[in-house]
C-alpha cells in the first residue's frame, strides 16, 4: 500500500491537476505538416484536367464528324441513286421519241412513195 500519511489536501488536489493535465496532452491535436507543393500540386491536377478536357472534346469532334460523314455518305449514296433512275428515265424517253420519230419519218416515207406511185 501506499503511504498516505504525508499527503495532505494539497498534494492530492495537484496530483490530480497533473493527471488531468497529461490526460489533455494527449487529446490535444497535434501540429500538422504542410505539403511544400501544394501550390505545385494543384497545378499538376489543373494541368491533368486540362489534358482529360481536351482529349474528350477531340474524341467527342471526331466522333460528330464521324456521324456527318456517315449521313453525308448516305445522302450521296441516295442522289447518286435518284440521278441514276432519272437518267434512266430521260434515256427512255429519248429511245421512245427516236422510235416515234422514225415511225412517222417510215408513215412520211411510205405516202411519199404511195403519191408517186400512183
Do not use: C, H, N, W
Not at 487529446?27 to 511544400?36: G, I, M, N
Not at 482529360?52 to 474524341?59: D, P, T
Not at 460528330?64 to 435518284?82: G, R
Request: overall charge positive; proline content about 3%.
Amino acid at each position: 500500500m501506499r503511504d498516505l500519511k504525508g499527503s495532505g489536501l494539497t498534494d492530492r488536489l495537484s496530483a490530480a491537476a497533473e493527471a488531468k493535465a497529461a490526460l489533455l496532452a494527449k487529446l490535444k491535436p497535434k501540429p500538422t505538416v504542410t505539403d511544400p507543393l501544394f501550390a505545385e500540386r494543384a497545378a499538376m491536377k489543373a494541368a491533368e484536367l486540362d489534358d482529360v478536357r481536351a482529349a474528350r472534346a477531340v474524341e467527342k469532334a471526331d466522333a460528330k464528324q464521324a456521324a456527318a460523314d456517315k449521313i453525308a455518305a448516305a445522302e450521296a449514296v441516295i442522289a447518286a441513286d435518284e440521278q441514276a433512275q432519272l437518267d434512266d428515265k430521260r434515256g427512255a424517253r429519248k429511245e421512245r421519241k427516236q422510235l416515234s420519230k422514225a415511225e412517222a419519218k417510215a408513215k412520211r416515207d411510205a405516202r411519199y412513195a404511195a403519191r408517186k406511185a400512183r
